[in-house]
């Protein structure tokens, strides 16, 4: 069951580890910049950790936040839906944490791109980096951005790091 809560402000990077810290079991996402991108277009859907996807090649994935194309989402049989959507993210975030190292999550991230997805960006905010992976490139690494720029494939939309450092 996924419960949505709304605080009164943007919570900083490490308001939302001392939330998580005080509320031991449940998860908590903050991926309001790419909901924000995507309620100003319409073109896609978010979602957020708690949604898995079965790949093409048969693993389960749940990704941070991600993003999927609207007319791909509604390709999907009603059914397909439900559940683990039987489809790969067009655009996918992973953060390191303290349970998921940055390490293991750049194993995880050219699975995402085999797949088919057209973006795959990991984030370490410890180390204010971030790895962006797309199809047929070479990883872009970046050492303190303030801000990474998917666009493509998500037109116009750039995330700001700083934001999730507060």
Same mark, same amino acid.
């Given at each position: 069951? +996924?419960? $949505? ?12 580890? @001392?939330?998580?810290?005080?509320? /031991?079991?449940? =998860?908590?996402?903050?991926?309001? =910049?790419?909901? +924000? ?8 859907? !978010? ?8 790949? /093409?090649? *048969?693993? !389960?994935?749940?990704?941070? /936040? ?16 439900? *559940? ?7 655009? !996918? ?6 349970? $998921? ?15 088919? +997805? =057209? ?11 971030? @790895?962006?992976?797309?199809? *047929?490139?070479?990883? @872009? !690494? ?19 790091? +700083?934001?999730?450092?507060?």
């Amino acid at each position: 069951m +996924a419960i $949505t809560l709304k605080p009164p402000k943007p919570l900083t990077y490490g308001e939302l580890l @001392e939330f998580s810290r005080r509320n /031991p079991g449940y =998860q908590f996402e903050r991926s309001a =910049q790419l909901e +924000a991108w995507n309620r100003s277009r319409s073109s896609g859907l !978010v979602f957020d950790s708690s949604t898995g996807f079965r790949m /093409p090649d *048969g693993a !389960v994935l749940s990704p941070d /936040p991600s993003w999927v194309r609207r007319d791909r989402w509604e390709r999907l049989a009603p059914a397909d839906r439900e *559940g683990f959507a039987p489809l790969c993210p067009d655009a !996918v975030f992973e953060i390191a944490s303290g349970s $998921t190292t940055r390490l293991e999550l750049q194993a995880r991230m050219r699975p995402y791109i085999t797949n088919g +997805a =057209q973006a795959a960006v990991l984030i370490d905010l410890q180390e204010r980096r971030t @790895e962006v992976y797309r199809p *047929g490139g070479k990883v @872009e !690494v970046d050492q303190h951005p303030d801000a990474v720029s998917l666009d493509p494939p998500l037109p116009g939309f750039t995330l700001s790091l +700083a934001s999730l450092l507060e």
